[in-house]
């Protein structure tokens, strides 16, 4: 086994219930090519931070990934089953300043009534470059209006579904634009997201973000760093916001899981203010969270 990989597989039964885990060799065949994750991306994920072998935000993660599966009609996921998985995983790459864990659940292979399962945990990648000179985002326009949610639940906004095509385009989309990162504006004109980042913009002493309710995945990362806010005399608070009131603010970030707090530089191409002292602060604290 690789060194710095590690699988877990989750068992279940006909009925879809996890019935426990067992690990795996991350190098050999483990889903078969007519399961649903490969034939229809029908399947929902996690992706956890492990700092210094110790699962940050888990719960709520896994809270996150029961709500994913049942706006997916999936079987709900045991907690206590996948966060033993995730603690197990984590435990091996103890000694890993940063590593993280990718919890799976698809609806299993075509025709057949058992879901699949899977945990899969390696180190992450060096972010410090993103986490102090900043990234270039652009604004694209994720051609949906910002009720979509509650008007066509059928689309799985705010879902964190296996179907990451479009989030993949996106990313290649701000690359062709010489962009690191995108940020979805819906066709109503409201800021929504990034294609794998939750969006947080400081204007005076308030933290802020966008609503779920826009139909975007509630951020793990955005909450802790909420909670953490009144430490650097900060207020959480959750808003809608347009281009002109990211413009327009004292700076802002894209923050997520692995990566954590990313400070945006320039926003199509217009360079903004990045606040150091502040990523530097919250990057210190994501690193140190100890659950």
């Given at each position: 086994m690789a060194t710095h990989e590690h699988l877990i597989l989750v068992e279940h039964d006909v009925e879809g219930h996890?019935?426990?885990?067992?690990?795996?060799?991350?190098?050999?065949?483990?889903?078969?090519?007519?399961?649903?994750?490969?034939?229809?991306?029908?399947g929902v994920f996690e992706t956890i931070s492990i700092g210094s072998g110790h699962p940050q935000a888990l719960a709520a993660h896994l809270e996150r990934f029961a709500r994913s599966a049942r706006m997916l009609?999936?079987?709900?996921p045991d907690p206590t089953v996948w966060a033993d998985a995730v603690r197990a995983?984590?435990?091996?790459?103890?000694?890993?300043?940063?590593?993280?864990?990718?919890?799976?659940?698809?609806?299993?292979?075509?025709?057949?009534?058992?879901?699949?399962?899977?945990?899969?945990?390696?180190?992450?990648a060096d972010f410090r470059r993103e986490r102090t000179d900043g990234i270039d985002v652009v604004l694209l326009d994720r051609g949906l209006r910002s009720d979509a949610a509650t008007t066509s639940p059928w689309l799985l906004a705010g879902a964190k579904t296996l179907s990451?095509?479009?989030?993949?385009?996106?990313?290649?989309?701000?690359?062709?634009?010489?962009?690191?990162?995108?940020?979805?504006?819906?066709?109503?004109?409201?800021?929504?997201?990034?294609?794998?980042?939750?969006?947080?913009?400081?204007?005076?002493?308030?933290?802020?973000t966008p609503p779920a309710a826009l139909g975007i995945l509630p951020g793990t990362t955005q909450v802790d760093l909420f909670a953490a806010a009144p430490e650097w005399g900060l207020e959480g608070r959750v808003a809608t916001l347009t281009a002109a009131d990211l413009a327009a603010?004292?700076?802002?970030?894209l923050v997520s899981s692995v990566r954590h707090a990313a400070p945006i530089r320039s926003i199509d191409g217009v360079e903004r203010a990045i606040d150091s002292e502040l990523s530097a602060a919250m990057n210190g604290f994501l690193r140190r969270r100890l659950r």
């Open positions: 996890a019935t426990g885990w067992v690990t795996a060799h991350p190098d050999l065949p483990q889903v078969r090519v007519t399961d649903v994750a490969a034939t229809r991306g029908d009609d999936l079987p709900e995983l984590a435990d091996l790459l103890a000694d890993h300043e940063e590593a993280w864990v990718k919890t799976v659940l698809t609806r299993g292979v075509e025709g057949q009534p058992m879901p699949t399962g899977w945990a899969y945990a390696t180190i992450s990451y095509a479009v989030n993949r385009a996106a990313a290649r989309e701000a690359a062709r634009r010489g962009a690191d990162d995108a940020l979805f504006v819906s066709s109503d004109g409201l800021l929504l997201e990034g294609p794998t980042s939750t969006l947080v913009v400081r204007r005076g002493t308030e933290l802020l603010a004292d700076s802002a970030w």
